[in-house]
């Protein structure tokens, strides 16, 4: 191929522009805030106030703590529902398949204010119908939105509802990638459909697993919308407040976006950290 | 024979035990959010339990646009997300053939800094993206704010560059030999080969814009450039508020994208596996 460097750029700059001007420039700009003090009038180069106080900000703590805990305990769950999901989908016994696609795929188009609005309803503590259901069954109402540990759970509950489905469509397209004579061969050899799915599935589904593990954690440390909106910004009290939350409360509440953006790295720099981790753990082994 | 055969049929029995309550749960807060949408305020705070629609949409909707002016705040949501699609599609297929097609200086620059900063969480660019375009450009509460700072997104250059890699070279080099420029090998060859691959990358951005909360909630919160997830999402959290009249916006903002869903399941399903393997 020869150089064409002029043709190349004609194509490029228009996106290049964009992609400089809102994405790779704030991402210089947010570092560097991140060691001024934006609350003086000028905004002077002292990361005490910034990077210093993430180390004994209580609020700060809190909200790491509350998004460790999602993570720990909602990512490991939806990701083993959705690979079982994919796999029951994938089943050649299944009937009306389309329906039952439709019913875990469906949540993956729904906006985060509308599912909120229908979960905040839902888990309402004297009129939400999970309340009125479990009384029938004799269980007495519990305060879902106003007990910490219940608020959590409605979070987790929520993120679950709202993303199994979209990694499942992305194990489910692992699945399809799986040549059918592997298992043919197995099948031949009374290998039983258990054995099947623990010793070929999902040994050959792992890089697909890590993905979505991957994908999942980047997701989870960015959490806002849900204790924005379904657990009334991160109630009761600081509870359920993310660190995604508790940015948008520094930048945007109190307008003081040197520690914001020292949380943003923070969470970047988790992400990362987590996903390596991750990565090396689901590693193709010799 | 017959063992084995009665074998498969328990098998069948339990796959479908199995999964049918999980859809049933995975259905119920969608089909609560339609049921709510239609129940008035006395039967959604009523003891007790209605899972059957009733009639009361319309009221709903009307208090709905009483509250915020939802029609208004839908009609801003179409706009910018067709504008958004629109532009999007175009910049990132430009950039992805340039990427697929040629060879050139800075090239592995260009790939190495989209690739390596994909995975950045966006919080890391909002709070300077907000500072630019509301504080030093003034410019918050515009169609300019809602449309153009979202269109930094790289999946559709990925997508797009990988869509005219798997093209074959020859059909474009044909061309080439014929003298045709290179921008109408683009748009007349390139293009149309890559019309699946377009639709899947339409739907995913559409939907990615129409759902988008965080930066319209940030830049646009006037109430008249207000979009309708925002609009929505300002009514819930207030004390005194009509939840028949939210869920109505719920299902207004949820039923488009089911029905688009279920018409283009396939692309959904491309776009968001093509999505997740960048």
Redesign the interface.
């Known amino acids: 191929m020869r150089l064409r460097t002029q043709t190349a750029y004609a194509f490029l700059t228009p996106y290049l522009l964009v992609f400089l001007a809102f994405w790779i420039w704030p991402i210089a700009n947010s570092f560097w805030l991140s060691f001024l003090n934006t609350r003086s009038a000028n905004w002077t180069f002292n990361p005490r106030v910034t990077w210093g106080r993430l180390l004994v900000d209580p609020a700060f703590a809190n909200a790491l703590w509350n998004t460790l805990i999602i993570l720990v305990i909602q990512v490991p769950i939806m990701i083993a529902l959705a690979t079982v999901l994919a796999t029951l989908l994938n089943s050649s016994m299944l009937k009306a398949r389309g329906l039952f696609r439709f019913a875990f795929f469906a949540p993956v188009v729904v906006g985060e204010v509308a599912y909120a609005a229908v979960f905040r309803l839902m888990f309402n503590h004297e009129f939400g119908i999970i309340n009125k259901m479990l009384a029938v069954a004799s269980v007495p109402a519990i305060p879902w939105l106003s007990s910490p540990n219940a608020a959590m759970a409605v979070i987790i509950i929520a993120v679950t509802w709202r993303w199994a489905g979209y990694n499942a469509i992305i194990i489910l397209a692992g699945l399809q990638s799986i040549p059918e004579d592997v298992y043919e061969a197995a099948t031949l050899d009374g290998v039983s459909k258990t054995r099947q799915f623990f010793f070929i599935t999902l040994p050959l589904l792992r890089p697909v697993i890590v993905l979505c593990v991957v994908i999942s954690v980047i997701g989870t440390m960015q959490l806002f919308s849900e204790p924005f909106l379904i657990t009334n910004r991160g109630g009761p009290g600081q509870a359920t407040e993310t660190l995604g939350l508790f940015l948008y409360r520094q930048a945007f509440g109190a307008f003081n976006f040197g520690y914001a953006s020292a949380i943003a790295y923070t969470i970047a720099a988790l992400a990362i950290v987590i996903s390596l981790i991750n990565l090396w753990l689901g590693r193709e082994r010799e | 024979m017959r063992s084995k055969s009665s074998a498969?049929f328990r098998?069948?029995i339990a796959?479908?035990a199995?999964?049918v309550p999980?859809?049933?749960i995975?259905?119920f807060?969608?089909w609560?959010?339609f049921v709510?949408s239609t129940m008035s305020e006395n039967g959604?705070?009523?003891?007790?339990?209605v899972l059957t629609p009733s009639d009361q949409f319309v009221q709903n909707f009307v208090v709905l646009e009483r509250d915020v002016g939802f029609l208004r705040a839908t009609t801003i949501s179409i706009l910018v997300a067709a504008a958004y699609t629109l532009l999007s599609v175009?910049?990132?297929s430009?950039?992805g053939?340039?990427?697929a097609?040629?060879?050139?200086?800075?090239?592995g620059v260009?790939l190495a800094?989209?690739l390596g900063?994909l995975?950045?969480?966006?919080?890391?660019?909002?709070?300077?993206?907000?500072?630019?375009v509301a504080r030093d450009f003034g410019l918050d509460n515009t169609w300019f704010a809602l449309i153009?700072?979202?269109?930094?997104n790289?999946l559709g250059?990925l997508f797009m560059r990988q869509t005219f890699q798997m093209m074959p070279g020859e059909l474009f080099d044909a061309a080439r030999v014929e003298g045709v420029k290179?921008?109408r090998i683009?748009l007349f060859v390139g293009l149309p080969l890559a019309r699946p691959a377009i639709a899947a990358l339409s739907i995913i951005l559409f939907?990615h814009s129409?759902?988008n909360?965080?930066w319209p909630l940030?830049i646009n919160s006037k109430p008249a450039m207000m979009t309708a997830?925002?609009a929505?999402?300002s009514l819930?959290?207030l004390t005194k508020v009509s939840?028949g009249g939210?869920?109505t916006?719920?299902?207004m903002?949820?039923a488009p994208?089911?029905i688009?869903?279920?018409a283009l399941?396939r692309h959904?399903?491309a776009g968001?596996?093509a999505g997740?393997?960048k």
């Open positions: 498969e098998r069948k796959l479908h199995a999964l999980l859809a049933l995975w259905l807060p969608l609560m959010m709510f959604i705070f009523s003891p007790g339990i175009a910049l990132t430009m950039a053939w340039a990427l097609s040629y060879r050139f200086v800075g090239k260009v800094t989209i900063t995975t950045l969480p966006y919080f890391v660019v909002v709070i300077p993206q907000f500072i630019m153009v700072p979202p269109l930094f790289s250059v290179e921008w683009f939907l129409w759902n909360y965080l940030l997830p925002v929505l999402g819930i959290g939840w939210i869920m916006g719920a299902v903002l949820t994208m089911l688009l869903f279920v399941q959904f399903v968001i596996s997740a393997v």
